[in-house]
């Protein structure tokens, strides 16, 4: 491993790919410059004249063919395929990459003999070359199409070459046809038609609002890309534009949360202990570098996908683990139509066969594998209204199948049989090819083997279910430990009789017999019945668990829980402060509540969450969440139905921004306009704001409350009817038709409406429509943060709103791109010196460095750059405790730079290189003054006047610290030093001449002040100039184009949650009838535990129980839709 990094070093950078044959008889238009061994360093070549080479760009540009004009190839033998193993923009590159093979790879080559394995060994070596030094850029794309497209990419726009490409696609714009790329962060059009180029390069981050739109009014071919600062871009003619438009809408997702999150602040679930922080920081820190360095030290990097098939499968995997509520981290692996059979339990009880069916199934449908469960959904769904659910939805998780056996139906029919830790046995007969069966068998055996150190914990954890407490008999686990919530000791809110939670406990019974329970429970319309006939309290945590997925998380993290609270038991934060203030309001009417048992169980839970999610931390109107889970469920069930909720279910809602709330509000919005058009053209003629009054409430509450709203005027009665409609939702009254009536509740009735009425507001829907309004709501949002991070800084300086607006973007610009590229899991509102070198590279030319070669000019060059930067950061951050730099340092550190006069900016330098403060400059700060004036004079102006300045700047240095002491200079010494200075052999190039600077002044002791400082800089017009206006004219703080994004209004939020709170306190007021009895915690914890057998019990109580179950289920009998 050592030799081949000393064989790598120095190699340039950029210009080596993996090894690609190439026919030279069929590119006719490459000229071969040098030919030595078996390489050949060629050139591109145009024949003709100015009309015939505009011609042959053009068809190159059509077909997408353009390439580099150098490259290298290698040749086992006159007449064969040639490999391309290096290609170069620039001459000066490709010679680079020409010098190293004949410096480290020719002679090498002269001790193998065979042609073959000539080729063998090149084609290895750059392999290895390319998987060192190309780590984590396209040129270890698995896909030779995508190399040379994202070399076109970065070639045509000057990207970075860490940029990751996705794809490019055929289309036109402004009326010119072209390519248009598409990048991680970028999206790009090229165009060369007979000599006229078209370029257009925009941020993703950008884009504001992307439609589809059609071309002439006819053909669906367009699409219009609108950004934040309402620039529109056209793009027609693509004849895959849905498959743009969904790339796009995902990308822009992506960027759109990046840029929300490097904008977000600090975190407030942070520990406010410094030192603790930044040991936890430095830990997270050193295990990514330990696993960075392990995988650069691997001796063969793995080529990669292209990352746009990377995107696809985030996009299918996201899908899948939605499809059946799985942890994020699971991707799909397999997937094949299959016929799923199970039979009827042997062991169930004989009564309401009527309420709960046997669980027989027989169902054609997909059965897909991730790496830890095994998932079924049916082809078959539920009558309408209910036509988009499955009949059949199932998930095992693989630890907990407990036996697997083959199963063959035929010639050309194969499958599994598994039984799960329940005993219960579940077929799976494969519809596909006899290999593609055999495929999947083995990987299911494979990922089995990889659960085994799983299974020893399903035992315990089972133990933690409430469902395996119904059934005692069986000795699968021990059940003598109780575990469940609050309300084992304090009561539940409803009566358990009034709510006959016994019958409905049975009935629950009986589906676990027929269809499995908690980790291994299959899902079938019965489960959907069930649930809308109400849940018994003993279940209802469990039941919750498990539909939101939770229960597979807890599983997973077993333990994580008690490790976090332990961690941060003595630690403090913003959060833990909010937390202790909210927990004496989260529903004060409960006893639980009112004893510190319960307060500690709350506080605990949402402590772990904050700790847990620093970057969210605590967030009003939790608590009243967590307070109500806990009634139901024990702490750590709590918290993971908590993660569940507030990352999945509702992201975005628990956050300062609100973007998740703001966001469902136009979706909710336009499935108004979509479901009842006569409502919303009322709502709109009546300028009824759904914004305003309507966060809270659902598309069925407007369905019940429709002839009232239609007769409202405005805003006030759209209010009093729902005020009125939430005082009397627990009251019951007659609902049918005909002699058929039922009495229900408003609540019920809400229900039933829902599930009857908009059963057709699938989640696929929900979720297309708030990708396609996403980008808009993120635009307001980061609009009003921007405007709120300005209006609170303490000094803007001499700037204006709008000068500080375009700081503010490179500020926020430089660390999006910062946080992605690193992969943070904690966004950073504060820049280190290598953010703010790319905050200063976005604005100056000089800050941006060349890539490191064995080039000795521009290692100084960026050696030289490295230091001028890091001390105009030290200065930027001289009072920063954590020596980082906000956004208030980099106002006040820029308008030192961009609005002084030419004596401030002589102070400024001064101070840039008077490290110790004692207002003094030594020889060593003269010697790195005059390089780094050497080396940005050279850039701004050229070579020869830099270096004039500098000779200047050393010469008369000296001479005024000899005037200082009370010396007289010594003329011979002067002339001496200022031949020493001279141009000379030695110091023509940039590396040379600062060698030169660096011995200048080695045997002498030189001290000035500022005020000799001055003199000096005022001796030579070039110094005087740079420091009057050339230095601050270097920094092009460009102004965008003019910001009208109309902000969505911190107003909304206030006046939305002032209705909101005093809605909520007129309910209440309204509700205080003699509330519910609290059902006896004595009661249920002694409730009967016995197994349900019919021997046991007699004949007259089976049948009054049977009596009981029906009359609940006619009661409820409009539930079964």
């Excluded at 575990?483 to 539940?492: A, M, P, T």
């Excluded at 990352?647 to 509000?665: C, E, H, I, K, V």
């Excluded at 009254?733 to 058929?740: A, I, K, L, S």
């Excluded at 049977?1106 to 009661?1115: I, P, R, Y």
């Amino acid at each position: 491993m050592t030799e081949f990094h000393a064989f790598t070093a120095g190699i340039p950078q950029n210009v080596f790919t993996l090894p690609t044959p190439t026919d030279i008889t069929l590119t006719p238009f490459w000229t071969t410059i040098l030919q030595k061994d078996n390489f050949l360093l060629q050139k591109s070549s145009s024949p003709g004249n100015h009309l015939f080479r505009n011609l042959v760009s053009t068809i190159a540009n059509v077909f997408d063919t353009k390439l580099p004009p150098f490259r290298i190839l290698f040749q086992r033998e006159v007449n064969t395929m040639c490999l391309q193993i290096a290609v170069g923009e620039t001459e000066k590159a490709i010679d680079a990459a020409w010098f190293w093979i004949e410096k480290n790879m020719m002679p090498e080559m002269e001790t193998i003999d065979h042609p073959l394995e000539k080729e063998r060994w090149v084609s290895e070596k750059i392999n290895m070359i390319v998987t060192e030094i190309e780590s984590g850029t396209d040129e270890l794309s698995s896909d030779e199409n995508v190399r040379n497209a994202s070399r076109t990419f970065r070639q045509i726009f000057d990207i970075p070459h860490s940029e990751r490409f996705v794809s490019y696609y055929s289309g036109a714009y402004k009326s010119r046809q072209g390519w248009l790329y598409i990048s991680e962060n970028y999206i790009g059009f090229h165009s060369f038609l007979l000599g006229v180029e078209t370029k257009e390069l925009i941020e993703l981050k950008e884009i504001q609002e992307i439609k589809k739109e059609k071309s002439k009014g006819i053909f669906d071919d367009s699409l219009r890309l609108i950004t934040k600062y309402k620039q529109e871009y056209y793009l027609s003619n693509m004849f895959k534009r849905d498959e743009v438009y969904d790339l796009l809408v995902q990308l822009t997702g992506q960027a759109m949360q990046r840029w929300l999150k490097s904008a977000g602040g600090d975190a407030p679930g942070q520990s406010t202990d410094a030192a603790f922080t930044a040991a936890e920081l430095s830990s997270k820190r050193s295990m990514q570098e330990i696993h960075r360095l392990a995988e650069s030290r691997s001796p063969h990097h793995q080529l990669v996908s292209p990352l746009k098939q990377d995107l696809a499968a985030q996009k299918r995997n996201n899908a899948y683990c939605a499809r059946f509520r799985l942890p994020a981290d699971q991707y799909l692996i397999s997937g094949l139509e299959a016929t799923y059979s199970k039979d009827a339990s042997n062991d169930r009880d004989p009564h309401f066969l009527s309420q709960v069916p046997p669980g027989v199934v027989h169902l054609i449908g997909r059965v897909y594998l991730s790496q830890t469960f095994l998932t079924f959904e049916s082809e078959d769904r539920l009558p309408a209204p209910q036509h988009n659910l499955p009949v059949c939805k199932a998930v095992f998780p693989l630890y907990t199948i407990k036996r697997v056996e083959r199963l063959n139906k035929g010639a050309y029919t194969s499958g599994v049989a598994i039984t799960t830790w329940h005993k219960m046995e579940h077929d799976f007969f494969l519809h596909a090819e006899k290999n593609a069966c055999e495929q999947f068998c083995e990987t299911l055996k494979e990922l089995l083997l990889k659960q085994i150190p799983l299974f020893k914990k399903v035992k315990p954890f089972m133990a933690t279910c409430e469902s395996e407490q119904i059934f005692q008999a069986d000795n699968l686990i021990d059940t003598k430990v109780h575990i469940g919530g609050l309300g084992l000791e304090f009561g539940y809110p409803e009566n358990s009789k009034k709510s006959k939670d016994k019958s409905k406990t049975k009935l629950w019974k009986l589906y676990f017999q027929e269809n499995g329970r908690n980790l291994t429970m299959v899902k079938l319309p019965t489960f959907g019945k069930l649930v809308r006939v109400g849940l018994p309290n003993s279940l209802r945590g469990e039941i919750w668990e498990l539909s939101s997925g939770a229960m597979y998380l807890r599983f997973a993290n077993q333990g994580l829980y008690q490790e976090i609270l332990d961690k941060y038991k003595e630690q403090k934060s913003t959060s833990t402060e909010e937390i202790e203030k909210d927990l004496n309001r989260s529903l004060p009417e409960y006893p639980g509540y009112q004893s510190p048992d319960g307060i500690n169980r709350l506080r605990r839970v949402l402590t772990a969450y904050a700790w847990n999610n620093p970057e969210l931390g605590y967030c009003q109107a939790m608590n009243i969440v967590v307070s109500a889970l806990l009634i139901y469920t024990t702490e750590e069930q709590a918290f993971w139905i908590l993660h569940i909720l507030v990352d999945r279910f509702f992201p975005g809602y628990y956050s300062t921004n609100m973007y998740g709330a703001l966001l469902d509000q136009i979706t909710f919005e336009q499935l108004v306009e979509k479901t009842m058009p006569i409502l919303w053209n009322h709502f709109k003629r009546t300028n009824v704001e759904l914004s305003v009054a309507c966060l809270p409430w659902f598309l069925t509450i407007l369905k019940v409350n429709g002839e009232e709203l239609l007769e409202t005027r405005d805003d006030g009665g759209f209010l009093d009817i729902f005020k009125a409609f939430f005082q009397y939702i627990g009251q019951k009254e007659e609902v049918g038709n005909g002699d058929q009536h039922t009495k229900i509740t408003k609540f019920n009735e809400v229900m039933l409406t829902a599930y009857r009425e908009f059963s057709l507001v699938t989640n696929e829907m929900i979720l297309e429509l708030r990708s396609q309004n996403q980008l808009k709501v993120g635009a307001g949002i980061e609009s009003f943060t921007k405007r709120t991070v300005i209006r609170n800084l303490k000094d803007t300086a001499m700037f204006s709103k709008e000068d500080v607006a375009i700081l503010y973007d490179k500020y926020f610009g430089a660390l999006y791109y910062a946080n992605h590229e690193a992969s943070n899991t904690q966004s950073e509102s504060k820049m280190n010196k290598e953010v703010f070198q790319s905050m200063l590279s976005s604005m100056t030319a000089w800050a941006k460095m060349k890539h490191s070669t064995d080039n000795a000019d521009i290692n100084a060059a960026n050696n030289v750059c490295s230091n001028f930067i890091d001390r105009i950061y030290t200065l930027f951050t001289e009072n920063s405790a954590d020596k980082l730099l906000d956004f208030q340092m980099v106002i006040l550190g820029m308008n030192e730079i961009l609005h002084g006069d030419i004596m401030s900016h002589m102070d400024w330098f001064f101070n840039l290189y008077d490290k110790d403060r004692d207002g003094i400059l030594r020889s060593q700060d003269i010697i790195d003054m005059s390089k780094e004036l050497y080396w940005l004079l050279s850039i701004l102006k050229d070579t020869d006047i830099a270096w004039d300045a500098v000779t200047s700047l050393v010469i008369h240095s000296c001479e005024q610290s000899d005037l200082a002491k009370g010396d007289q200079p010594d003329e011979t010494t002067l002339k001496h030093r200022l031949a020493d200075l001279t141009m000379t052999a030695d110091g023509i190039s940039f590396y040379g001449r600062i060698k030169q600077l660096e011995n200048s002044m080695l045997a002498d002791v030189v001290d000035i002040t500022l005020p000799s400082f001055r003199m000096v800089v005022l001796t030579n017009e070039s110094l005087e100039m740079l420091f009057d206006h050339g230095f601050a004219n270097s920094f092009k703080v460009v102004k965008s184009a003019s910001d009208r994004q109309k902000s969505l209004g911190r107003e909304v939020f206030e006046n939305l949650f002032a209705d909101g709170q005093k809605l909520a306190e007129d309910v209440p007021a309204a509700q205080q009838n003699p509330s519910p009895t609290l059902s006896s915690p004595t009661n249920h914890t002694t409730r009967n535990r016995s197994s349900s057998s019919a021997s046991t019990v007699s004949t007259d109580k089976k049948a009054k129980e049977e009596a009981e179950v029906d009359t609940l289920m006619d009661e409820w009998d409009h539930f079964d839709i």
